[in-house]
């Protein structure tokens, strides 16, 4: 499969969809191995799902929010780690509209570029002539072993000895230590390893700012505020690993019955009911979710009380989302009884990883400590919101 050019998100779903037996075939060597296969990960690059939000300029489609989220569902469907990974990998190709369009020619050269990132400023920077030196190890590198690039946050300070705010900072594959610390229940195909470089130089032209980036392109992904945008990669997989198992839960209920009943699952008041509060809970938190970046975007304009407002109110949404699906994640398990436990059984993977999932700080509950305090006239106490 070529990798795609410029497409409709019909193409991508498409594309997922016939993917499907190839991650099943090789889905017992996702925990084993705990990254995925050399053929999947290539598989997903040749369909172009890590360049999601790559700039038409290069290339790219340019996907809207909501249409990347459609994407990033429907691959978290197949399994929480493809959703992971093809949120990340896609997510992480808007750095095209950041970079210097040399840079970003020269990384996207590449069609299987992947670059994984990571947001905890534990680096640090030191300016020396046409550059810097970078020195840090840092945790969550999603896809490590599959990178092309990496980049991550370090802070450095000014001649006054004060602390400059954090920039993203890019390293080449080869320039990086990759240590085996991904040892973890949930996603554990997304190699999410910590990485580390010492005493790197990197050029100025690799490095962008983290708060208040100017966009190098047109598109709404890359004016996006840059906390935002790296939670919308991330939240927008619990409810697609979710409407999987709710997917898987369809399947079995036609066909399986309780122990010590004759009629099948889905033929019992209690599952219906049960099935359809699950499908409630995932419309509204979509909805929610929606309408929350909907919102955002519409603020992106203005610098006031409504940004912050719709800011905190999106990261609520995102941490609404994570526990939406955990619940039905948890209630259509306890309607599968004893049988989601086993490995054999596709729930007891879907509880693992929307539990692993939602444990990312872009879905913490102190999301709505930051919009009750906005909302109850008071500054959102943080600025990473």
Known sequence: MLARSPGRVADYLDAIAQLAPLIAKHRDAFDTERRLPDT????????????????????????????????VEAASMLDGSIGWLVGNGGGMSRAGGYLAEPVARE??????????????????????????RITGRW???????????????????????????PRFYYFRRRDVVIHD??????????????FEVRDLFVAEQHAHDFIGVSATQDGVAYQL???????????????????????????????????GQVTT????????SNYGRADALHRAARAFLIDAMSQLTAALTEDGPRLIEARAVFRTACTHAAETALRIADLLAAET?????????????????????????????????????VGLGLDPGTFRF
């Open 139 to 165: 945790p969550f590198g999603s896809g490590a072993h599959h990178a092309s690039h990496f980049t991550a946050l370090a802070s450095m300070k000014d001649a006054s000895g004060n602390e400059e705010p």
């Open 337 to 373: 009884g004893t049988g989601s436990i086993f490995e054999t059984s596709p729930f007891e993977r879907y509880v693992r990883d929307i539990q692993a999932a939602t444990k990312h700080i872009a879905m913490s509950p102190n999301n709505y400590v930051v919009s009750g305090r």
């Open 40 to 71: 999947v990960f290539n598989a997903l690059a040749d369909a172009g799902l890590f360049r999601l939000w790559l700039p038409r300029a290069f290339g790219g489609p340019q996907l809207s929010p909501t249409d990347f989220m459609s994407v």
């Open 225 to 259: 505020p840059a906390v935002s945008v790296f939670a919308w990669t991330v939240a927008t997989v619990p409810l697609g690993v979710a409407r999987g198992a709710m997917n898987a839960f369809v399947e079995l209920a036609g066909r399986k019955a309780r122990q």
């Open 107 to 132: 990384f996207f050269s590449d069609p299987r570029a992947f670059i994984v990132s990571a947001t905890a400023a534990v680096g640090l920077a030191h300016k020396v002539e046409g550059g810097y």
């Open 265 to 272: 699952m889905r033929d019992r008041d209690i599952v219906q």
């Open 181 to 194: 610390t991904w040892r973890v229940s949930g996603l554990r195909a997304t190699g999410s390893c910590d």
